[in-house]
């Protein structure tokens, strides 16, 4: 089993950064992908960024590409999600997810472990 701990999240304004952790304990870090996903209130849970086991590979969603960054410390047992030129359209609570493998996933089903999640509000 994986437990996850989220935290950073916030309320930061308009064109700010802010900095996302993701604690990992139970099964080896280095053998599962990470993502983050977020939900806005009345929507659907949808897809930010996922990482590969050894951070070679990432993916981005649309609407964050270019903004955010998803490093991961396997020495430390936690990924990040970096958030910069934030937007009051990233207002949502944001939840890291560790993957069935190793590869870097897109969808919520290869996703076996989620943390409990972050609040993150961006005031314009």
């Known amino acids: 089993q994986v437990q996850l701990v989220e935290s950073g999240g916030g309320l930061v304004q308009a064109g700010g950064s802010l900095r996302l952790s993701c604690a990992a304990s139970?099964?080896?870090?280095?053998?599962?992908?990470m993502g983050w996903f977020r939900q806005a209130p009345g929507k659907e849970r949808e897809f930010v960024s996922t990482?590969?086991?050894?951070?070679?590979?990432?993916y981005y969603g649309d609407s964050v590409k270019g903004r955010f960054a998803i490093p991961r410390d396997n020495a430390k047992n936690t990924v990040y999600l970096h958030m910069s030129s934030l937007k009051p359209e990233d207002t949502a609570v944001y939840y890291c997810a560790g993957a069935r493998s190793g590869l870097a996933v897109l969808t919520r089903e290869e996703y076996a472990y989620w943390g409990q999640g972050t609040q993150v509000t961006v005031s314009s």
């Open positions: 990482v590969s086991w050894s951070g070679g590979t990432t």
């Open positions: 139970g099964r080896p870090f280095s053998q599962y992908a």
